[in-house]
Every structure is written in C-alpha cells, then in structure tokens.
C-alpha cells in the first residue's frame, strides 16, 4: 500500500477535534476548493471580512494555489488515483478554469455536534463572476457538495461583483449580500473570534476559527497543569501552512484561569521530554512553541517532511502529547 505525507495528517470528519472541525470545513469548501488560485498574504481573511456575516460562527480561508503546489495535496490526489492534471483537465472540460480563482474564504453556522448546518462560500479571482456561476450550475456542484460527508444544499449562487460570487445555504448569502452592501455586519464583530484569529496565521494555506464543538473534553484537560485550572475551551482557532513541511499555529480560548501558567508548566514538561527524543521527533519538539496570556493558551509547531513520512508509514512515533 502506498503511503503519502497526506496519510498523516488526514483529518476525520466524524472527530470532535479542532483538525476534525476543519475537515469538516474543508470538505464542505471542495465545490470551491477545486476551482484553484492563490489566496495567500491575508488575502482570504480580507474577503472574509468583506463578505461572511456575523450570523456566522465559523469562519476561515484557503489559499488553494499554495495547496495545488504543496507535496500534501500531490500526495492526496495520488493516494485517490488523481494528480493536479487530471483535476484540471476534468474541471476544464466543465467550464472551470483552476488558474482564475484567486482567494476563498467560508463561514459555517454550527450545528449538532459541531457540524456546520448552514455554510457559505466565497470565491474571487480574475474569472467572469457570470461565467462561472454558469459553470458551477452546470456541474451542479450544489448536489454533489449534499452527496458528500456534509449533507447540505448549496441553494444560491450569487454574483457580488464581477471577479466574485458567492454560494451558500440557508440565508448565509442573502446575509452576505447585505454585508457587501453595507446593511449586515460582518464577522469581524464577533470580538470572541478577533483575538483568536489575530493569534494563528490567516495567510496560511488553510486557517479556521470558531467555537470549540460540544462534548469536547479532552482538551479542558490542558488547563489542569500546576493546578491552573483554566476551565472549559469556548473557542479556538488553527491555521496550517502546508508545503514539504507543515507550520501549524493554534489559539485556544478557555473560560478562565491564567494561561501563562499553564503555558509555562508544559514547557518544562516539554523540554524535559525533548532530551529524550532523537530524529524526526526531536526536530518537531524543538519547533514547538507554547504561549498564554490571559484566558488564550497558543502554540506553533513544525512538522517536517521526514516527520510526516514516518508518521505516514506508521512508524512509531513517540512524541508525548
């Protein structure tokens, strides 16, 4: 069986995790994601901003020209029996040209268990915004985005200007369309959110922020170390940066305490863990960096290309957290 770096990291829709969050977006933001363009340098928080409402709990943006050039997505495509040729021959063919768009952003609003029962999408480049809601029609994306893990409906399709368009379900796009219009608010009011976003990388290949999903517990267990109780998780946000290598940021908002503290106390726990690593291990727990300030515990890792490998062929990694 052939192994890819993709392997690894592949995140499971049906988890209560942060990654497992993100995947969910991830595969709701495909009808779109596919399309390709570059939407890195902040560009997708900038659309965002723009166009996802306040009504929206979830929000974050996707740099997909980064992720075409990335070795992850190469090996996912290869691990599905596809390369980025045959992606862009087949959206092509149907009208969808994968240079032409430049930035996504998505906005969700939260549901059962964490899974976004509302979502909208937002597109911009150098396409013909008419032409290519013509296309997505045409491909009828709405109905297979519903057959997918993510049972919902892609209703509307917007033109917002001519280089954007909008899809969604629910009234996310007609909420959206009132905030291009300056009658709706944008997320950028949702203050819980500000912070959090500021804290992670919103020009990364992928980054993600909103409420932590319920029945998520695992992670209240962080705020315990040296007896400094920092409560449940609310909110967090994440961001990857996808090459041969991934940078991933992580900002967790918990419902009180001292995340200093708590930062501090893993750090020691940490590095007396890192004199015992050797190779792939050890070079992640170098790159690790944990900070808090207030109620917001953050952190930053790299993992690399040799790391993701072993990991991709089982190879036992033996990291402590």
Wanted: aromatic fraction near 4%; include cysteine; hydrophobic fraction near 45%.
């Amino acid at each position: 069986m052939k192994h890819s770096p993709m392997n690894a990291l592949r995140p499971r829709p049906r988890g209560n995790g942060p990654f497992a969050l993100l995947a969910v977006a991830a595969v709701a933001a495909a009808p779109l994601f596919a399309l390709g363009g570059c939407g890195g340098g902040g560009a997708a928080a900038k659309l965002a901003s723009a166009h996802v409402p306040a009504e929206a709990d979830y929000v974050g943006g996707v740099d997909v020209q980064g992720a075409l050039k990335s070795d992850m997505l190469k090996g996912l495509l290869s691990d599905q029996g596809m390369s980025i040729d045959v992606l862009t021959k087949g959206l092509s063919e149907k009208g969808i040209k994968l240079d032409e768009l430049k930035t996504i952003a998505f906005g969700a609003v939260k549901g059962e268990g964490g899974v976004p029962k509302d979502l909208l999408l937002i597109g911009s480049g150098s396409f013909d915004a008419t032409a290519l809601k013509s296309a997505i029609d045409g491909a009828k994306m709405a109905e297979l985005a519903a057959t997918g893990d993510i049972p919902v409906k892609f209703q509307q399709i917007e033109i917002v200007n001519p280089t954007t368009v909008v899809m969604g379900s629910g009234d996310l796009v007609k909420r959206s369309m009132g905030v291009a219009s300056g009658a709706n608010k944008s997320i950028d009011t949702r203050t819980e959110l500000k912070e959090l976003r500021g804290a992670v990388d919103e020009g990364a290949t992928v980054w993600f922020a909103g409420p932590v999903p319920d029945g998520m517990d695992r992670m209240g267990g962080l705020g315990m170390m040296g007896g400094a109780d920092l409560g449940k998780p609310t909110h967090f946000a994440v961001s990857a940066d996808i090459g041969s290598s991934v940078k991933i940021k992580l900002a967790i908002r918990f419902a009180s305490g001292d995340a200093g503290a708590v930062a501090s106390q893993m750090d020691a726990a940490l590095g007396m863990a890192s004199g015992l690593m050797s190779g792939p291990e050890a070079d992640v727990l170098s790159s690790l960096d944990i900070s808090g300030s207030g109620q917001v515990l953050k952190a930053s890792v790299t993992l690399s290309k040799d790391f993701l490998e072993k990991a991709a062929k089982g190879g036992g990694l033996g990291l402590p957290f």
